[in-house]
């Protein structure tokens, strides 16, 4: 009796592994098909980082194209600051005789001389290149931070008070 329970034992086992392999067989479809699936991504998976690197190509592309137009508004915005500059130096010295007559001939001296310091200035302006001016401040600032926070208030100040009065003569 001990050895037909043996043998009923096995042939259980035996039957539970039978039922156990077919499902394994039915699942082997299941798994190519599966595995199929999965190869199909890979393709479009390798042309994404083709697409990636054409995004970063681009993007250098812009950044490049965003700072050679930077750089060129600069140095047309720097050419009409020389411009306005000089304008301002002769507007200076001409104003020079009037203050003789009207002042004195000591303050008409001041005149010319601020004339002369502000032509200077607008030949340096004109003479270098933005790239330069923009290290020469920063240079500036980094020696002298007190002042280059000052000259930033008034600058702010007096650009308020720009604002403000052609909003005045607006209303």
Do not use: H, W, Y
């Given at each position: 009796?001990?050895?037909?329970?043996?043998?009923?034992?096995?042939?259980?086992?035996?039957?539970?592994?039978?039922?156990?392999?077919k499902k394994a067989t039915?699942?082997?479809?299941?798994?190519?098909?599966?595995?199929?699936?999965?190869?199909?991504?890979?393709?479009?998976?390798?042309?994404?980082?083709?697409?990636?690197?054409?995004?970063?190509?681009?993007?250098?592309?812009?950044?490049?194209?965003?700072?050679?137009?930077?750089?060129?508004?600069?140095?047309?915005?720097?050419?009409?600051?020389?411009?306005?500059?000089?304008?301002?130096?002769?507007?200076?010295?001409?104003?020079?005789?009037?203050?003789?007559?009207?002042?004195?001939?000591?303050y008409g001296d001041y005149?010319?001389?601020?004339?002369?310091?502000v032509s200077s200035f607008?030949?340096?302006?004109?003479?270098?290149?933005?790239?330069?001016?923009?290290?020469?401040?920063?240079?500036?600032?980094?020696?002298?931070?007190?002042?280059?926070?000052?000259?930033?208030?008034?600058?702010?100040?007096?650009?308020?008070?720009?604002?403000?009065?052609?909003?005045?003569?607006?209303?």
């Open positions: 009796m001990a050895a037909d329970q043996t043998r009923k034992t096995t042939t259980r086992k035996t039957a539970a592994k039978k039922p156990a392999a039915a699942k082997k479809p299941a798994a190519r098909k599966s595995a199929a699936k999965k190869a199909a991504p890979k393709k479009p998976a390798a042309k994404k980082p083709a697409a990636a690197a054409k995004t970063n190509v681009s993007a250098e592309d812009i950044k490049e194209r965003a700072i050679d137009k930077a750089r060129s508004t600069a140095n047309d915005g720097k050419a009409k600051a020389g411009e306005a500059i000089g304008t301002l130096s002769e507007m200076i010295e001409n104003s020079a005789k009037t203050i003789d007559e009207n002042v004195g001939e000591k005149a010319r001389s601020a004339a002369d310091a607008a030949e340096k302006v004109n003479s270098k290149d933005v790239d330069t001016m923009v290290e020469d401040a920063r240079e500036f600032v980094r020696k002298k931070p007190a002042v280059a926070i000052g000259a930033a208030a008034v600058v702010g100040l007096l650009i308020s008070r720009l604002i403000k009065s052609g909003m005045d003569d607006r209303s």
